[in-house]
C-alpha cells in the first residue's frame, strides 16, 4: 500500500467537500483517511481536539461511550473509548497530535494534523495500521464504519462554535 500516494490523492479532493476514504487490504494492513475544511483558526481546533477527553470536551459525539483522558497532553498520556485504547505519542501544537494503538489486534497510528489553508483549517484524521486475526472483519463489518462515523460527527462539531460555557481565554482562571 502506498500510503503517501493514497493519502496524496484524497486531500487533493478536499477543496470540493469533505473526504472520507479506507483501504484495507486482505492482510489487515489499513489506512483511513478523513479531510475537512473548517473554518476557524488552527490553534482553536487543536485545542478542542487536545481537550477531547476531559471534563472540557466539546468535540466528543457519544456520551453513551465516552473517551477517557487526562487534560494535560504529554507522551505516554493513556486514553481511549469502548474497547479501543491508544498512547499519546507526540504533539505539536496547533498542528498534530498522535496517538500509537496499544491493543493486540489493532496496531498503528492514529494523528489528526491541521493545516492553515484559503482561510480555514485543513482538518485531517488518519489511521495508518494494521488490523488482525478476528479484527480484520470486525473492521470491515462494525469498528470502521463506526469510526468513521465518530470522526463525521467530529468534524461537525469542530464546525461549531466551541460550546457557550468555554472560552479559551479564561482557562487559566478555570484551572
Given amino acids: 500500500m502506498e500510503v503517501d500516494r ?8 478536499v477543496a470540493t467537500g469533505p473526504v472520507s476514504e479506507e ?3 486482505q492482510d489487515g494492513r489499513l489506512l483511513n483517511y478523513h479531510a475537512r475544511l ?7 481546533l487543536y485545542a478542542r481536539l487536545a481537550r477531547m477527553g476531559t471534563a472540557l470536551d466539546d468535540a466528543w459525539p457519544l456520551t453513551s ?17 469502548g474497547p479501543i485504547a491508544y498512547e499519546l505519542v507526540a504533539f ?6 498522535e496517538w500509537r494503538f496499544t491493543m493486540e489486534r489493532l496496531q498503528g497510528r492514529y ?3 491541521l493545516t492553515p489553508r484559503d482561510g480555514a483549517t485543513l482538518v485531517e484524521n488518519v489511521i495508518d495500521g494494521r488490523v488482525s486475526g478476528d479484527m480484520i472483519e470486525a473492521w470491515r463489518e462494525a469498528v470502521g464504519p463506526f469510526h468513521d462515523w ?3 460527527r467530529i468534524f461537525d462539531r ?4 466551541p460550546a457557550p460555557w468555554f472560552d479559551a481565554r479564561f482557562l487559566r482562571a478555570i484551572k
Fill in 6 to 13: 493514497l493519502v496524496g490523492q484524497w486531500q487533493a479532493r
Fill in 111 to 113: 494523528e489528526y494534523t
Fill in 158 to 161: 469542530l464546525e461549531r462554535p
Fill in 65 to 81: 461511550v465516552p473517551m477517557k483522558s487526562e487534560l494535560n497532553l504529554q507522551p505516554g498520556l493513556r486514553a481511549g473509548h
Fill in 23 to 25: 483501504a484495507l487490504e
Fill in 150 to 152: 465518530v470522526i463525521e
Fill in 92 to 97: 505539536e501544537e496547533p498542528s498534530r497530535i
Fill in 38 to 44: 473548517v473554518a476557524g483558526p488552527a490553534a482553536e
